[in-house]
Nanobody, 124 residues
Framework: QVQLVESGGGLVQAGGSLRLSCAAS????????MGWFRQAPGKERELVAA????????YYADSVKGRFTISRDNAKNTVYLQMNSLKPEDTAVYYC?????????????????WGQGTQVTVAS
C-alpha cells in the first residue's frame, strides 16, 4: 500500500503561483510513476502532469505546458507541482496519483493509488 497526502492548495489571483506537494508513505516510492490529475466541477478527471521514477521523463497536458512543472525528490518521498501564471480555468481539485509501472503518461484507470485531493481556486 502507498498513502498519498497532498498539500499546498488554496485561493490565488489569476497570474499567481502555487506549489502543490504530495507526500508518499508505504512501499518504495522510487518505484512509482507519479502524476497530478485535476477535476473541475462537472468535468472528468484529467492528467495534468506525470513524472517517471527517475525523473528522466515528464509529461504535461497541452493546457499547462510552459506554466506548470512537475518534480520529485525521492529522498523525501515527495512529488511537487509548481504552478505559475495560473488562470481561472485551472480551478479544480488536484489529485496526486501513483502508478506501479514504468510510464511517462498515466490514465485514471492506470493509477494504483490516489491522494484525497486539494482544492485550487484561481480568482479572475
Amino acid at each position: 500500500q502507498v498513502q498519498l497526502v497532498e498539500s499546498g492548495g488554496g485561493l490565488v489571483q489569476a497570474g499567481g503561483s502555487l506549489r502543490l506537494s504530495c507526500a508518499a508513505s508505504g512501499r518504495t516510492f522510487t518505484r512509482y510513476t507519479m502524476g497530478w490529475f485535476r477535476q473541475a466541477p462537472g468535468k472528468e478527471r484529467e492528467l495534468v502532469a506525470a513524472i517517471s521514477w527517475s525523473a528522466s521523463s515528464t509529461y504535461y497536458a497541452d493546457s499547462v505546458k510552459g506554466r506548470f512543472t512537475i518534480s520529485r525528490d525521492n529522498a523525501k518521498n515527495t512529488v511537487y507541482l509548481q504552478m505559475n501564471s495560473l488562470k481561472p480555468e485551472d480551478t479544480a481539485v488536484y489529485y496526486c496519483a501513483a502508478d506501479n509501472n514504468p510510464r511517462t503518461k498515466m490514465t485514471v484507470a492506470q493509477a494504483d493509488y490516489w491522494g484525497q485531493g486539494t482544492q485550487v481556486t484561481v480568482a479572475s
